[in-house]
Protein backbone atom coordinates (compact mmCIF):
# COMPACT_ATOMS: atom_id res chain seq x y z
CA UNK A 1 0.00 0.00 0.00
CA UNK A 2 2.70 2.30 -0.37
CA UNK A 3 1.53 4.48 -2.84
CA UNK A 4 2.11 8.02 -3.26
CA UNK A 5 -0.13 11.09 -3.20
CA UNK A 6 -1.74 12.51 -6.67
CA UNK A 7 0.94 14.33 -8.64
CA UNK A 8 -1.48 16.36 -10.58
CA UNK A 9 -3.98 18.96 -8.89
CA UNK A 10 -7.77 19.46 -10.32
CA UNK A 11 -7.64 23.23 -10.60
CA UNK A 12 -4.17 22.63 -12.18
CA UNK A 13 -4.14 20.29 -14.93
CA UNK A 14 -7.73 18.35 -14.72
CA UNK A 15 -7.27 16.36 -17.69
CA UNK A 16 -4.17 13.92 -16.28
CA UNK A 17 -5.51 14.56 -12.53
CA UNK A 18 -8.70 12.70 -13.75
CA UNK A 19 -6.47 10.18 -15.41
CA UNK A 20 -4.68 9.58 -12.05
CA UNK A 21 -7.70 9.18 -10.24
CA UNK A 22 -9.19 6.92 -12.07
CA UNK A 23 -6.01 4.46 -11.72
CA UNK A 24 -5.31 5.36 -8.40
CA UNK A 25 -8.66 4.45 -7.29
CA UNK A 26 -8.62 1.36 -9.43
CA UNK A 27 -11.64 2.29 -11.38
CA UNK A 28 -9.90 1.38 -15.05
CA UNK A 29 -7.04 -0.14 -16.74
CA UNK A 30 -5.43 0.36 -19.83
CA UNK A 31 -4.95 -2.05 -22.80
CA UNK A 32 -3.30 -2.09 -25.95
CA UNK A 33 -6.44 -0.71 -28.31
CA UNK A 34 -6.43 2.65 -27.41
CA UNK A 35 -9.99 4.20 -26.41
CA UNK A 36 -10.70 0.51 -24.57
CA UNK A 37 -10.39 0.31 -21.00
CA UNK A 38 -10.98 -2.58 -18.56
CA UNK A 39 -13.71 -1.53 -16.27
CA UNK A 40 -12.72 -2.38 -12.66
CA UNK A 41 -14.16 -3.65 -9.33
CA UNK A 42 -14.38 -0.14 -8.07
CA UNK A 43 -16.11 1.26 -11.05
CA UNK A 44 -18.00 -1.66 -11.95
CA UNK A 45 -19.90 -1.85 -8.89
CA UNK A 46 -20.88 1.81 -9.35
CA UNK A 47 -22.40 0.64 -12.10
CA UNK A 48 -24.87 -2.47 -10.86
CA UNK A 49 -25.93 -0.23 -7.73
CA UNK A 50 -27.23 2.46 -10.76
CA UNK A 51 -28.87 -0.51 -12.58
CA UNK A 52 -30.01 -1.75 -9.65
CA UNK A 53 -32.27 1.41 -9.27
CA UNK A 54 -32.89 1.96 -12.53
CA UNK A 55 -34.15 -1.77 -13.11
CA UNK A 56 -36.94 -1.43 -9.82
CA UNK A 57 -38.08 1.43 -11.72
CA UNK A 58 -38.39 -0.21 -15.10
CA UNK A 59 -39.66 -3.40 -14.03
CA UNK A 60 -42.49 -1.14 -12.02
CA UNK A 61 -43.38 0.52 -16.17
CA UNK A 62 -43.68 -2.86 -17.12
CA UNK A 63 -40.69 -2.87 -19.54
CA UNK A 64 -38.96 -5.94 -20.66
CA UNK A 65 -35.68 -7.20 -20.37
CA UNK A 66 -34.24 -8.65 -23.38
CA UNK A 67 -30.69 -9.22 -25.23
CA UNK A 68 -30.32 -8.91 -28.92
CA UNK A 69 -27.45 -9.58 -30.78
CA UNK A 70 -24.09 -7.70 -31.31
CA UNK A 71 -23.81 -7.88 -34.96
CA UNK A 72 -26.09 -6.43 -37.29
CA UNK A 73 -26.18 -6.70 -41.53
CA UNK A 74 -25.03 -4.21 -43.64
CA UNK A 75 -28.90 -4.22 -45.48
CA UNK A 76 -30.45 -3.45 -42.15
CA UNK A 77 -28.44 -0.95 -41.52
CA UNK A 78 -28.62 0.81 -45.26
CA UNK A 79 -32.55 1.09 -44.19
CA UNK A 80 -32.15 3.48 -42.23
CA UNK A 81 -29.45 5.08 -44.21
CA UNK A 82 -30.88 8.79 -44.38
CA UNK A 83 -29.52 9.38 -40.52
CA UNK A 84 -26.91 6.93 -40.16
CA UNK A 85 -24.29 8.69 -42.94
CA UNK A 86 -23.23 10.94 -40.12
CA UNK A 87 -22.31 7.98 -38.04
CA UNK A 88 -20.80 5.53 -40.13
CA UNK A 89 -17.13 6.38 -39.38
CA UNK A 90 -17.55 4.93 -36.32
CA UNK A 91 -19.14 1.87 -37.37
CA UNK A 92 -16.93 -1.06 -36.89
CA UNK A 93 -17.12 -4.07 -39.39
CA UNK A 94 -16.69 -7.83 -38.40
CA UNK A 95 -14.80 -9.10 -42.21
CA UNK A 96 -13.27 -12.22 -41.67
CA UNK A 97 -13.80 -15.35 -39.51
CA UNK A 98 -10.67 -17.60 -39.10
CA UNK A 99 -9.02 -17.29 -42.93
CA UNK A 100 -12.20 -16.75 -44.77
CA UNK A 101 -13.51 -13.61 -45.49
CA UNK A 102 -17.45 -13.35 -45.03
CA UNK A 103 -19.57 -13.06 -47.82
CA UNK A 104 -21.72 -10.47 -46.38
CA UNK A 105 -19.66 -8.72 -43.75
CA UNK A 106 -21.69 -7.70 -40.30
CA UNK A 107 -21.29 -4.69 -38.27
CA UNK A 108 -20.77 -4.43 -34.38
CA UNK A 109 -23.57 -2.39 -32.99
CA UNK A 110 -23.04 1.27 -32.26
CA UNK A 111 -26.93 1.32 -31.00
CA UNK A 112 -29.57 -1.42 -31.56
CA UNK A 113 -32.25 0.21 -33.81
CA UNK A 114 -31.49 -2.00 -37.25
CA UNK A 115 -31.53 -4.69 -35.14
CA UNK A 116 -34.38 -4.32 -32.72
CA UNK A 117 -36.97 -2.82 -35.04
CA UNK A 118 -36.97 -6.16 -37.96
CA UNK A 119 -38.41 -7.80 -34.92
CA UNK A 120 -40.28 -5.39 -33.61
CA UNK A 121 -41.81 -5.52 -36.91
CA UNK A 122 -42.55 -9.62 -36.71
CA UNK A 123 -43.48 -9.16 -33.17
CA UNK A 124 -45.97 -6.31 -33.26
CA UNK A 125 -49.09 -7.25 -34.96
CA UNK A 126 -52.23 -5.62 -33.34
CA UNK A 127 -53.13 -2.98 -30.87
CA UNK A 128 -53.44 -5.57 -28.05
CA UNK A 129 -49.81 -6.04 -28.55
CA UNK A 130 -48.91 -2.27 -27.90
CA UNK A 131 -47.58 -0.47 -25.78
CA UNK A 132 -44.32 -2.98 -26.26
CA UNK A 133 -41.53 -2.05 -24.57
CA UNK A 134 -38.00 -3.59 -24.63
CA UNK A 135 -34.69 -2.57 -22.77
CA UNK A 136 -31.27 -4.06 -22.93
CA UNK A 137 -27.86 -3.64 -20.84
CA UNK A 138 -25.08 -4.41 -23.15
CA UNK A 139 -22.31 -3.09 -24.38
CA UNK A 140 -21.64 -1.20 -28.22
CA UNK A 141 -18.71 -0.01 -29.63
CA UNK A 142 -18.02 3.11 -32.05
CA UNK A 143 -14.86 4.05 -32.99
CA UNK A 144 -13.76 6.78 -31.27
CA UNK A 145 -10.38 8.93 -32.80
CA UNK A 146 -10.22 10.74 -29.73
CA UNK A 147 -10.70 8.46 -26.85
CA UNK A 148 -11.21 9.50 -22.50
CA UNK A 149 -12.32 6.66 -20.53
CA UNK A 150 -15.94 6.16 -19.77
CA UNK A 151 -16.06 10.04 -21.36
CA UNK A 152 -15.57 9.10 -24.84
CA UNK A 153 -14.34 4.91 -25.27
CA UNK A 154 -14.59 3.22 -28.36
CA UNK A 155 -16.68 0.49 -26.14
CA UNK A 156 -18.98 1.31 -23.73
CA UNK A 157 -21.96 0.03 -21.50
CA UNK A 158 -25.19 0.95 -21.77
CA UNK A 159 -28.94 0.18 -21.31
CA UNK A 160 -31.08 1.19 -24.67
CA UNK A 161 -34.81 1.29 -24.43
CA UNK A 162 -36.36 0.90 -26.96
CA UNK A 163 -40.70 0.97 -26.95
CA UNK A 164 -43.55 1.16 -29.10
CA UNK A 165 -47.16 2.52 -28.33
CA UNK A 166 -50.38 3.18 -30.73
CA UNK A 167 -50.72 7.05 -29.68
CA UNK A 168 -48.34 9.90 -29.93
CA UNK A 169 -49.42 11.10 -26.31
CA UNK A 170 -48.26 7.61 -24.98
CA UNK A 171 -45.16 8.25 -26.39
CA UNK A 172 -44.55 11.68 -25.27
CA UNK A 173 -45.42 10.76 -21.74
CA UNK A 174 -43.07 8.40 -22.01
CA UNK A 175 -40.18 10.11 -23.23
CA UNK A 176 -40.36 12.75 -19.90
CA UNK A 177 -41.32 9.59 -17.85
CA UNK A 178 -37.68 8.28 -18.89
CA UNK A 179 -36.08 11.90 -18.46
CA UNK A 180 -37.04 11.95 -15.22
CA UNK A 181 -35.54 8.76 -14.25
CA UNK A 182 -32.35 9.93 -15.63
CA UNK A 183 -32.72 13.11 -13.51
CA UNK A 184 -33.03 11.33 -10.66
CA UNK A 185 -30.00 8.75 -11.32
CA UNK A 186 -27.47 11.97 -12.04
CA UNK A 187 -28.94 14.39 -8.88
CA UNK A 188 -30.45 11.84 -6.40
CA UNK A 189 -27.52 8.87 -6.94
CA UNK A 190 -25.07 10.72 -8.52
CA UNK A 191 -25.45 13.66 -6.79
CA UNK A 192 -24.77 15.88 -10.18
CA UNK A 193 -26.77 18.67 -10.87
CA UNK A 194 -28.42 18.29 -14.28
CA UNK A 195 -30.81 20.70 -16.65
CA UNK A 196 -33.77 18.87 -18.29
CA UNK A 197 -34.31 20.55 -22.26
CA UNK A 198 -35.08 19.53 -25.39
CA UNK A 199 -32.49 19.11 -28.39
CA UNK A 200 -32.19 21.75 -31.19
CA UNK A 201 -33.14 20.74 -34.28
CA UNK A 202 -28.93 20.68 -35.13
CA UNK A 203 -28.70 18.75 -32.00
CA UNK A 204 -31.05 16.05 -31.57
CA UNK A 205 -30.79 12.65 -33.61
CA UNK A 206 -31.42 12.62 -37.08
CA UNK A 207 -33.85 9.78 -37.15
CA UNK A 208 -36.10 11.23 -34.17
CA UNK A 209 -38.92 13.80 -34.23
CA UNK A 210 -37.37 15.48 -30.88
CA UNK A 211 -35.16 14.39 -28.36
CA UNK A 212 -34.53 15.39 -25.20
CA UNK A 213 -31.62 15.56 -22.70
CA UNK A 214 -30.20 15.99 -18.75
CA UNK A 215 -27.14 18.33 -19.63
CA UNK A 216 -24.52 18.24 -16.35
CA UNK A 217 -21.66 20.65 -16.81
CA UNK A 218 -17.68 20.13 -15.48
CA UNK A 219 -16.50 23.77 -14.18
CA UNK A 220 -12.80 22.43 -14.20
CA UNK A 221 -12.91 21.69 -18.09
CA UNK A 222 -16.14 24.42 -18.75
CA UNK A 223 -17.52 22.05 -20.78
CA UNK A 224 -21.18 21.14 -21.25
CA UNK A 225 -21.81 17.41 -21.08
CA UNK A 226 -25.10 15.18 -22.41
CA UNK A 227 -25.82 13.38 -19.78
CA UNK A 228 -28.37 10.36 -21.12
CA UNK A 229 -30.72 11.20 -23.82
CA UNK A 230 -34.99 10.33 -24.28
CA UNK A 231 -36.03 10.67 -28.13
CA UNK A 232 -39.28 10.36 -29.47
CA UNK A 233 -38.76 8.80 -32.55
CA UNK A 234 -41.97 9.65 -33.69
CA UNK A 235 -43.53 7.02 -37.06
CA UNK A 236 -39.85 7.64 -38.88
CA UNK A 237 -38.31 4.07 -37.57
CA UNK A 238 -41.88 2.93 -38.30
CA UNK A 239 -41.91 3.64 -41.87
CA UNK A 240 -37.84 2.37 -42.72
CA UNK A 241 -38.78 -1.09 -40.31
CA UNK A 242 -42.21 -1.44 -42.01
CA UNK A 243 -43.89 -1.35 -37.68
CA UNK A 244 -47.26 -1.79 -38.07
CA UNK A 245 -50.51 -2.83 -36.30
CA UNK A 246 -53.75 -2.96 -36.67
CA UNK A 247 -55.67 -0.72 -34.34
CA UNK A 248 -59.22 -1.15 -32.89
CA UNK A 249 -60.99 -0.45 -36.21
CA UNK A 250 -59.39 -3.14 -37.93
CA UNK A 251 -56.88 -0.35 -39.85
CA UNK A 252 -53.36 -0.69 -39.97
CA UNK A 253 -51.39 2.11 -38.52
CA UNK A 254 -47.62 2.87 -37.68
CA UNK A 255 -46.73 2.88 -34.28
CA UNK A 256 -44.95 5.53 -32.11
CA UNK A 257 -41.82 4.70 -31.30
CA UNK A 258 -39.06 6.11 -28.40
CA UNK A 259 -36.19 4.90 -27.38
CA UNK A 260 -33.93 6.37 -24.57
CA UNK A 261 -30.37 5.55 -23.15
CA UNK A 262 -27.54 6.04 -20.33
CA UNK A 263 -24.18 5.08 -20.34
CA UNK A 264 -20.86 4.50 -18.43
CA UNK A 265 -20.53 7.99 -19.10
CA UNK A 266 -22.35 8.79 -15.77
CA UNK A 267 -19.36 7.28 -13.99
CA UNK A 268 -16.82 9.75 -15.75
CA UNK A 269 -18.99 12.72 -15.12
CA UNK A 270 -19.44 11.54 -11.57
CA UNK A 271 -15.81 11.63 -10.87
CA UNK A 272 -14.57 14.96 -12.56
CA UNK A 273 -17.61 16.87 -10.87
CA UNK A 274 -16.80 15.36 -7.33
CA UNK A 275 -13.18 14.62 -6.93
CA UNK A 276 -10.58 16.34 -5.29
CA UNK A 277 -7.02 16.29 -4.92
CA UNK A 278 -7.23 13.18 -2.71
CA UNK A 279 -8.56 11.36 -5.39
CA UNK A 280 -12.29 10.07 -5.84
CA UNK A 281 -15.08 11.22 -3.59
CA UNK A 282 -18.17 8.89 -4.29
CA UNK A 283 -21.69 9.61 -3.50
CA UNK A 284 -23.06 7.22 -0.96
CA UNK A 285 -26.17 5.96 -2.92
CA UNK A 286 -23.82 4.24 -5.52
CA UNK A 287 -20.87 3.87 -3.77
CA UNK A 288 -18.95 0.80 -4.02
CA UNK A 289 -18.01 0.59 -0.78
CA UNK A 290 -20.23 3.38 2.16
CA UNK A 291 -18.15 2.97 4.73
CA UNK A 292 -14.50 1.64 5.22
CA UNK A 293 -13.65 0.54 9.80
CA UNK A 294 -10.19 1.57 10.39
CA UNK A 295 -8.57 -0.07 12.99
CA UNK A 296 -6.27 2.22 15.17
CA UNK A 297 -3.30 0.68 16.79
CA UNK A 298 0.14 1.73 17.59
CA UNK A 299 1.92 0.30 20.52
CA UNK A 300 0.67 0.07 24.24
CA UNK A 301 -2.74 -0.96 22.86
CA UNK A 302 -5.30 -3.74 23.24
CA UNK A 303 -4.54 -4.91 19.43
CA UNK A 304 -6.74 -7.69 19.58
CA UNK A 305 -9.85 -5.84 21.25
CA UNK A 306 -9.45 -3.34 18.57
CA UNK A 307 -9.96 -5.62 16.19
CA UNK A 308 -12.67 -7.31 17.45
CA UNK A 309 -14.47 -4.20 17.97
CA UNK A 310 -13.85 -3.35 14.45
CA UNK A 311 -15.29 -6.64 13.46
CA UNK A 312 -18.18 -6.28 15.51
CA UNK A 313 -19.07 -3.11 13.87
CA UNK A 314 -18.94 -4.70 10.38
CA UNK A 315 -21.18 -7.45 10.77
CA UNK A 316 -24.00 -5.01 12.43
CA UNK A 317 -23.80 -2.30 9.75
CA UNK A 318 -23.38 -5.33 7.37
CA UNK A 319 -26.60 -6.74 8.36
CA UNK A 320 -28.32 -3.30 8.37
CA UNK A 321 -27.84 -3.09 4.70
CA UNK A 322 -24.47 -1.32 3.89
CA UNK A 323 -22.01 -1.64 1.79
CA UNK A 324 -18.73 -1.63 4.56
CA UNK A 325 -15.63 -3.43 5.16
CA UNK A 326 -13.15 -3.09 7.69
CA UNK A 327 -9.13 -2.90 6.70
CA UNK A 328 -7.72 -5.41 9.03
CA UNK A 329 -4.04 -5.44 7.48
CA UNK A 330 -0.88 -5.21 9.67
CA UNK A 331 1.36 -4.14 7.28
CA UNK A 332 0.31 -0.56 7.20
CA UNK A 333 -0.25 2.08 9.35
CA UNK A 334 -3.71 3.55 10.44
CA UNK A 335 -2.51 6.90 8.48
CA UNK A 336 -1.67 5.33 4.97
CA UNK A 337 -5.22 3.10 5.43
CA UNK A 338 -6.79 6.68 5.60
CA UNK A 339 -4.86 7.81 3.04
CA UNK A 340 -5.46 4.99 1.14
CA UNK A 341 -9.16 5.15 1.43
CA UNK A 342 -9.35 8.68 0.53
CA UNK A 343 -7.94 7.96 -3.14
CA UNK A 344 -10.65 5.64 -3.67
CA UNK A 345 -13.58 8.12 -2.54
CA UNK A 346 -15.08 6.30 0.31
CA UNK A 347 -17.59 8.04 1.82
CA UNK A 348 -17.58 7.58 5.75
CA UNK A 349 -14.30 6.49 7.34
CA UNK A 350 -15.17 5.04 10.71
CA UNK A 351 -12.08 4.77 12.87
CA UNK A 352 -11.58 2.59 16.08
CA UNK A 353 -8.56 3.13 18.91
CA UNK A 354 -7.90 2.08 21.95
CA UNK A 355 -9.21 5.89 23.25
CA UNK A 356 -12.71 4.86 21.53
CA UNK A 357 -12.79 1.70 23.32
CA UNK A 358 -12.32 3.08 26.64
CA UNK A 359 -14.83 5.97 26.03
CA UNK A 360 -17.16 3.08 24.67
CA UNK A 361 -17.34 5.13 21.06
CA UNK A 362 -16.23 5.09 17.30
CA UNK A 363 -15.34 8.28 15.19
CA UNK A 364 -16.65 9.03 12.23
CA UNK A 365 -14.67 11.04 9.75
CA UNK A 366 -16.60 11.95 5.82
CA UNK A 367 -14.85 11.96 2.64
CA UNK A 368 -16.75 15.07 1.30
CA UNK A 369 -15.51 17.56 3.99
CA UNK A 370 -13.04 16.00 6.52
CA UNK A 371 -15.69 16.51 9.34
CA UNK A 372 -14.88 14.43 12.76
CA UNK A 373 -17.51 13.02 14.87
CA UNK A 374 -17.16 10.65 17.56
CA UNK A 375 -20.26 8.52 17.86
CA UNK A 376 -21.62 6.86 21.21
CA UNK A 377 -21.66 3.45 21.22
CA UNK A 378 -24.93 3.71 23.20
CA UNK A 379 -26.51 5.44 20.70
CA UNK A 380 -27.95 3.44 18.17
CA UNK A 381 -25.00 3.23 15.43
CA UNK A 382 -26.79 1.91 12.56
CA UNK A 383 -28.91 5.52 12.78
CA UNK A 384 -25.61 7.46 12.82
CA UNK A 385 -24.29 6.13 9.44
CA UNK A 386 -27.28 6.05 7.86
CA UNK A 387 -28.18 9.97 8.94
CA UNK A 388 -24.38 10.65 7.97
CA UNK A 389 -24.28 9.03 4.65
CA UNK A 390 -27.54 10.92 3.52
CA UNK A 391 -26.20 14.60 4.93
CA UNK A 392 -22.87 13.03 2.78
CA UNK A 393 -25.08 12.34 -0.40
CA UNK A 394 -27.35 15.77 0.25
CA UNK A 395 -23.94 18.08 0.90
CA UNK A 396 -22.31 16.91 -2.46
CA UNK A 397 -24.96 17.71 -4.65
CA UNK A 398 -25.20 21.13 -2.89
CA UNK A 399 -21.82 22.19 -3.12
CA UNK A 400 -21.52 20.62 -6.53
CA UNK A 401 -25.01 23.00 -7.46
CA UNK A 402 -23.17 25.38 -6.22
CA UNK A 403 -20.18 25.70 -8.38
CA UNK A 404 -22.20 24.57 -11.42
CA UNK A 405 -24.42 27.55 -10.59
CA UNK A 406 -21.71 29.99 -10.57
CA UNK A 407 -20.71 28.40 -13.76
CA UNK A 408 -23.59 30.11 -15.55
CA UNK A 409 -23.80 33.07 -17.00
CA UNK A 410 -26.57 34.68 -18.77
CA UNK A 411 -25.82 36.46 -22.53
CA UNK A 412 -27.59 39.12 -24.04
CA UNK A 413 -25.70 40.03 -26.89
CA UNK A 414 -22.86 38.53 -28.85
CA UNK A 415 -19.86 40.52 -26.76
CA UNK A 416 -21.86 39.01 -23.70
CA UNK A 417 -21.56 35.48 -25.11
CA UNK A 418 -18.49 35.73 -26.48
CA UNK A 419 -17.03 36.86 -22.97
CA UNK A 420 -18.67 34.03 -20.81
CA UNK A 421 -17.47 31.74 -23.47
CA UNK A 422 -14.05 32.65 -22.80
CA UNK A 423 -14.38 32.30 -19.11
CA UNK A 424 -15.88 29.09 -19.52
CA UNK A 425 -19.42 29.10 -18.36
CA UNK A 426 -22.47 27.69 -19.41
CA UNK A 427 -24.15 30.00 -20.94
CA UNK A 428 -27.86 31.07 -21.04
CA UNK A 429 -29.07 33.09 -24.10
CA UNK A 430 -32.02 34.37 -25.73
CA UNK A 431 -32.18 32.60 -29.18
CA UNK A 432 -34.11 33.04 -32.32
CA UNK A 433 -34.47 29.17 -32.39
CA UNK A 434 -32.94 28.96 -36.36
CA UNK A 435 -30.85 26.07 -37.13
CA UNK A 436 -28.83 28.31 -39.73
CA UNK A 437 -27.81 30.71 -36.76
CA UNK A 438 -26.90 28.09 -34.63
CA UNK A 439 -24.82 26.58 -37.52
CA UNK A 440 -23.21 29.87 -37.98
CA UNK A 441 -22.72 30.18 -33.93
CA UNK A 442 -20.32 27.04 -34.55
CA UNK A 443 -18.63 28.48 -37.22
CA UNK A 444 -17.84 31.87 -35.49
CA UNK A 445 -16.56 29.77 -32.53
CA UNK A 446 -14.72 27.26 -34.04
CA UNK A 447 -11.37 29.63 -34.28
CA UNK A 448 -11.95 30.88 -31.16
CA UNK A 449 -9.22 29.38 -28.57
CA UNK A 450 -8.26 25.30 -28.72
CA UNK A 451 -11.25 24.62 -27.11
CA UNK A 452 -13.16 23.82 -30.17
CA UNK A 453 -16.60 25.44 -31.43
CA UNK A 454 -19.75 26.66 -28.79
CA UNK A 455 -22.81 24.60 -29.33
CA UNK A 456 -26.65 24.31 -27.84
CA UNK A 457 -26.71 22.14 -25.04
CA UNK A 458 -30.73 21.93 -25.02
CA UNK A 459 -33.31 24.20 -24.75
CA UNK A 460 -34.71 24.01 -20.89
CA UNK A 461 -37.77 23.16 -19.99
CA UNK A 462 -37.85 25.44 -17.12
CA UNK A 463 -38.01 28.59 -19.04
CA UNK A 464 -36.80 32.02 -17.39
CA UNK A 465 -39.44 34.89 -18.66
CA UNK A 466 -38.98 36.35 -21.81
CA UNK A 467 -40.02 39.53 -22.36
CA UNK A 468 -41.45 40.88 -25.76
CA UNK A 469 -38.77 42.44 -27.61
CA UNK A 470 -36.05 40.44 -26.32
CA UNK A 471 -33.56 39.39 -29.20
CA UNK A 472 -31.53 36.67 -30.10
CA UNK A 473 -28.02 37.05 -28.86
CA UNK A 474 -26.47 35.81 -32.32
CA UNK A 475 -29.25 37.01 -34.66
CA UNK A 476 -30.28 39.90 -33.45
CA UNK A 477 -34.06 38.27 -34.57
CA UNK A 478 -36.57 38.46 -32.50
CA UNK A 479 -35.64 35.59 -29.27
CA UNK A 480 -38.23 32.67 -29.21
CA UNK A 481 -36.86 30.52 -26.10
CA UNK A 482 -33.73 30.83 -23.86
CA UNK A 483 -31.15 27.86 -24.59
CA UNK A 484 -27.94 26.75 -22.96
CA UNK A 485 -24.86 27.13 -24.67
CA UNK A 486 -21.35 25.90 -24.52
CA UNK A 487 -18.48 24.24 -25.28
CA UNK A 488 -18.57 20.37 -24.42
CA UNK A 489 -17.31 17.23 -24.44
C1 LIG B 1 -22.74 5.83 -34.08
C2 LIG B 1 -22.65 4.96 -35.14
C3 LIG B 1 -23.79 4.53 -35.79
C4 LIG B 1 -25.30 7.56 -32.26
C5 LIG B 1 -24.01 6.27 -33.68
O1 LIG B 1 -29.58 7.87 -28.42
C6 LIG B 1 -25.03 4.97 -35.42
C7 LIG B 1 -25.16 5.85 -34.36
O2 LIG B 1 -27.48 6.00 -34.46
C8 LIG B 1 -26.43 6.34 -33.92
N1 LIG B 1 -24.10 7.14 -32.64
N2 LIG B 1 -26.43 7.16 -32.86
C9 LIG B 1 -27.71 7.66 -32.33
C10 LIG B 1 -28.26 6.77 -31.26
C11 LIG B 1 -29.71 7.05 -31.06
C12 LIG B 1 -30.41 6.29 -29.94
N3 LIG B 1 -30.24 4.86 -30.00
C13 LIG B 1 -30.90 4.10 -28.96
C14 LIG B 1 -30.14 6.80 -28.59
C15 LIG B 1 -30.71 6.06 -27.46
C16 LIG B 1 -30.62 4.59 -27.58
Redesign the pocket.
Known amino acids: MAELGLSYKKDENFGEWYRQVLLRADMIGYTDISGCYIIRHWAMKIWENMKAFFEAETDEMEIESCTYPLFVTRDSLER?KS??EG??P??AWVTEAGKSELKVPVAIR????AIMYPDFSKRIRSHLDLPYKQNQWVNVV?WESNPTPFIRSKEFL?Q???TAFATKEEADHEVQEMLELYRKIYEEYLAVPVVKGQKTELEK?A??LYTTSVEAFIPNAGRGIQGA?S?CLGQNFAKMFDVKFENEMQEKAMVWQN???YTTRTIGVMVMVHGDDRGLVMPPKVATLQAIVIPVIYRDVDTEAILEACRKTVVTLKKAGFRVKADLSRTSTPGQKYWHWEMKGVPLRIEIGQRDLDKNQVRFVRRDNSEKVDIPLNNNLVERVKDTLDRIQQNMFDVARERRDACIQVARTWEEFMEALNQKKMILAPWCDEMDVEEDVKKRTKGEGEMGAAKSLCTPFEQPELPEGTLCFASGKPARKWTYWGRTY
Open positions: EHIFAEVPTSERWEGHFGATHSWA
